[in-house]
């Protein structure tokens, strides 16, 4: 079983802290609410969370939802140390449903004989399926256990609802750049667990370029701090490391690819996959999905982008394609990584090489531009709801034909407001399937007409 627990409500995470073999993000790690930079709405002063710290009996079952380095760890190792109960912590990436019920009953013969609640941290929660989540549901019913469980992604979608209503949820946010440079010079002045035994000399730009290439993770930004100064040169005047531009290059190429998710790289590469995809090129379409995604870069985002471009630039011309997008999200959903990538290269092959048309695009656009023209026009009496007695009485739904029983299924009556009745927002395109489309319209386009020459004698 993948996990570890204390006994006196205190981390037992590696104790050897001032050791080098040890992470210096971890070294780093806080120990008190006080050395918690960053989020301040959750953990500041006047908080609730920090309400719930003054006593073990206000302790509740917590969410802590996040993004990567936003110190979802270290606040369940603060709050671990603040409380007597027992700390047990285990990864849903490698515990299973077995693992579960067997600390949960621990827990519940700890509460039995000791009187002690067992504090249970479930890194990455939302990995665990809905038979693991609602393994917890009776024992934080009867008080075995305070569940804080940390997730990257949103508990409305990746939590049951059972667990999620009895569980407070703080959002905790991407740290800024400020913040960033705040951990790292800790990490660089404390000279017991940090690097300030090294005497390393830094410019504050250079620390402003790291935190930049961080993305808000802190534990990123401290691994870049260590790593520039391992390598960096000596100082010939001082004889310490001097980390400079030149080392920060040589990280960022050690790091293996610059990817900055909020910054210029970020939208660069994205937009190369959207115009490659956009351009049929079937190679360079799946090589930028995978510099994304080899980058870094969480996978439902590309996704997400895929599922915009089926329906922006293909549309019509291939309605497989959104229901493609939407399956491969579902499939990655499904299998996470590494195995659930395979379906968005599928899709990047797929989308870029599917006939393109941005019509429906056209239309949204058309179609705004003309409501913000003219407003809320009326709704055609003859195609309004008609509930009630009155409202037919005044004519709501007067003269609906019902198409199903008219010749060839088609009515030929007119459903836009008249001051609306001759815009045209939908064409189709020449490619794919939208020529189908546009057989049809044409179809339809004739039916009117020959309707509109008939006799009315001949339409009653």
């Known amino acids: 079983m993948d996990f570890f627990e204390s006994t006196d409500g205190v981390s037992t995470r590696n104790t050897d802290l001032k050791s080098g073999a040890v992470p210096l993000a971890e070294r780093m790690r806080p120990d008190t609410l006080e050395d918690f930079v960053g989020q301040e709405e959750v953990a500041g002063a006047g908080s609730p969370l920090r309400h719930l710290l003054t006593g073990d009996e206000n302790l509740r079952s917590m969410i802590l939802w996040g993004p990567p380095g936003s110190g979802k760890t270290t606040l369940a190792h603060i709050i671990a140390a603040n409380t007597r109960a027992r700390f047990v912590v285990i990864s849903a990436v490698t515990a299973s449903i077995k693992d579960v019920k067997q600390i949960m009953e621990m827990a519940r013969h ?46 409305s979608f990746s939590l049951v609802s059972a667990l999620l209503s009895r569980s407070r949820v703080y959002v905790l946010k991407q740290l800024d750049d400020d913040a960033l440079i705040r951990v790292m010079r800790r990490a660089l002045e404390d000279s017991e667990k940090g690097l300030g035994n090294s005497g390393v000399s830094i410019e504050d730009e250079i620390l402003r370029q790291m935190a930049g290439v961080s993305d808000g993770d802190a534990r990123r930004a401290l691994n870049l701090l260590e790593l520039a100064v391992q390598i960096s040169p000596l100082d010939p005047a001082t004889g310490k490391p001097l980390v400079d531009a030149d080392a920060l290059r040589q990280v960022l190429q050690r790091e293996h690819l610059v990817y900055d998710k909020t910054g210029e790289e970020h939208y660069n590469t994205i937009s190369a996959m959207h115009k490659s995809m956009r351009a049929s090129d079937v190679q360079a379409s799946v090589y930028w999905t995978g510099r994304m995604l080899q980058s870094g870069e969480e996978p439902l985002y590309v996704l997400r982008r895929m599922i915009r471009f089926a329906s922006e630039d293909i549309g019509n011309a291939d309605p497989q394609a959104l229901a493609m997008s939407l399956a491969a999200h579902e499939a990655y959903r499904i299998l996470g990584s590494p195995e659930g990538e395979l379906a968005i290269f599928q899709l990047a092959a797929y989308l870029a090489s599917a006939p393109k048309s941005n019509a429906s695009y056209v239309a949204e656009k058309k179609v705004k531009k003309e409501i913000s023209a003219t407003g809320s026009l009326p709704v055609p009496m003859h195609i309004r709801n008609a509930p009630t007695k009155l409202m037919k009485e005044i004519g709501y739904g007067k003269g609906y034909q019902y198409d199903p029983n008219s010749a060839d299924g088609f009515s030929g009556q007119d459903c836009l407001p008249k001051r609306a009745a001759e815009r045209e927002f939908y064409t189709p395109g020449p490619h794919g399937f939208e020529r189908e489309i546009q057989k049809r319209m044409d179809w339809w386009d004739k039916k009117r007409q020959e309707l509109i020459q008939k006799p009315e004698s001949d339409l009653t």
Do not use: Y
């Open 110 to 155: 700890g509460l039995r004989d000791s009187g002690r609640r067992t504090l249970l941290f479930v890194d990455e929660i939302h990995r665990f399926n809905k038979a693991q989540q609602d393994a917890f549901l009776p024992f934080i019913e009867d008080g075995s256990i305070v569940l804080i469980g940390a997730t990257t992604e949103n508990p």
